[in-house]
């Protein structure tokens, strides 16, 4: 499945042919995800959906590409909405995830057979300490130089609650070669400022109301979207460009993959949270035996296309050129 063609394999742990150990999982996750050897190009991730405590329809548990495990996934809550939707038959409900149930809910579908769904993206948090950050004795990085990154972007951190790194730049720096520079950096190899690393993004503000996130990810590289970056990045354009966009008003985010639209809000104890509502497509059904999996063997796989994976991309051509990219 995918959001904004940020793409998964959706694991039910109920489909499961016997208990898969946290090593599996990873093995499983590099396994599968990888662009060359992987099943059918690859994916983005594994998003494996469990039983979870009560109140939740389900629990998603974030495995990236390369096997580390996440705390949150934006575009991936999406999907697992849309999967749990269609076996619950529930329209709204809470997810589980590693630090709160989130409030998922059916949206209007962005285009036909373009189904969209609503995701909570929550908690957020500007403290050093949940970003695993380390700057001086900064408590927080908001708009502010990180020298041994560069000597002219100002970054802000926030936790949504897994880790962004967010710039605001020109549409040249936009498409240029230093988000690659400095993510590599921060992501692979050993780094002081962000030891568990961090995903990156550039943002161009294209009009008030509009911005465009180009995002490096932690644990996968560049990917289509970033769910929680686009968040992230919509909740810094609102703070630091209040004369352009405030709490409660819809934003259109652009990205490499197609387009969704987010919305800031400030709860009463001033703490924030975001809706992030965009496509949720399921591509295709996929059956494959267990120890095949694991061992990076997809020759007996069963691929059964939906056919949701053609409106999608019409979708995305048309707002594409929307976005003066
Ligand atoms: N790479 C991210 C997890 C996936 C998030 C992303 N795919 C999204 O849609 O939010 C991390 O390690 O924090």
Redesign the pocket.
């Known amino acids: 499945m995918h959001?904004s063609n940020?793409d998964f394999f959706i694991l039910d742990e109920k489909n499961l042919e016997k208990n898969i150990t946290e090593d599996e999982l990873s093995t499983l996750a590099r396994a599968v995800c990888d662009r060359q050897h992987g099943l059918h190009g690859g994916a983005?991730?594994i998003l494996f959906v469990t039983s979870g405590h009560t109140g939740v329809a389900g629990k998603m548990r974030?495995i990236?590409a390369d096997g580390?495990e996440?705390?949150?996934?934006?575009?991936?809550i999406r999907t697992v909405a849309r999967y749990l939707n269609e076996k619950s038959g529930l329209d709204e409900f809470k997810v589980e995830t590693m630090y709160a149930d989130l409030e998922v809910k059916k949206s209007e579908n962005f285009a036909p057979d373009v189904p969209a769904f609503d995701a909570e993206i929550s908690p957020v948090s500007f403290d050093a300490a949940d970003l695993k950050m380390h700057i001086g004795n900064k408590a927080k990085l908001i708009d502010d130089l990180i020298p041994e990154l560069s000597k002219t972007l100002k970054f802000s951190a926030v936790a949504v609650p897994?880790?962004h790194l967010i710039t605001f730049v020109s549409h040249d720096v936009l498409i240029g070669s230093e988000l690659g520079k400095i993510a590599s950096y921060l992501n692979n190899g050993e780094n002081p400022i962000f030891p568990d690393?961090v995903?990156v993004s550039f943002v161009e503000i294209q009009e008030p109301k509009q911005i465009f996130v180009r995002t490096y990810?932690?644990?996968?590289g560049y990917?289509n979207?970033?769910?929680?970056?686009m968040s992230a990045s919509s909740l810094m354009y609102v703070l630091l460009h209040p004369e352009q966009c405030g709490t409660e008003q819809l934003i259109s985010v652009f990205n490499p993959g197609g387009m969704v639209k987010t919305c800031v809000h400030q709860r009463e104890n001033g703490s924030y949270w975001m809706s992030l509502i965009g496509n949720a497509t399921f591509v295709a059904e996929v059956k494959l035996a267990q120890a095949a999996a694991l061992k990076g063997d997809f020759k007996h796989v069963v691929w059964n296309e939906t056919g949701e994976q053609k409106a999608y991309e019409k979708f995305a051509a048309e707002v594409q050129g929307g976005s003066h990219k």
């Open positions: 959001g940020n983005d991730g974030v990236n580390s996440a705390s949150m996934c934006g575009n991936g897994n880790p690393g995903n990810e932690r644990g996968v990917t979207a970033c769910g929680t970056a």
